[in-house]
């Protein structure tokens, strides 16, 4: 009896617990817009993106070169990319919005956050 009722509200926790979440998700993002950045010629292409919580940046690097989009406080990277390889990364609270290229240090670029 007692085994029972434990199964059942573990079950309920776990309904719960599962529903939770994509709600919390769609209720602080907007419709989530895709962003394109080309890595052409050791520049990020737009060196500047307007962006907002749930919007997904996919960077394309077009160089022979390998670059990255790396952010300057190392909270988000998109690891390296080779020619014609892309990335993507979804934008979150608190994402930070100055990056550079990991093998490039000169290579800058910036997002800028909006509320949403
Ligand atoms: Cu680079």
Redesign the pocket.
Known sequence: MNRKIDKRTLLKGAVAAFVAVPFGVRAASHAGKEHMVN?VG?AFDPPALDVQVGDTITWTNKDS????ASADDGSWATGTLRKNESASVVVTNGMSGDYH?K??PS?TAQLMLGMG
């Open positions: 890595i050791f070169a390998p670059h990255t290229c093998f490039h290579m």
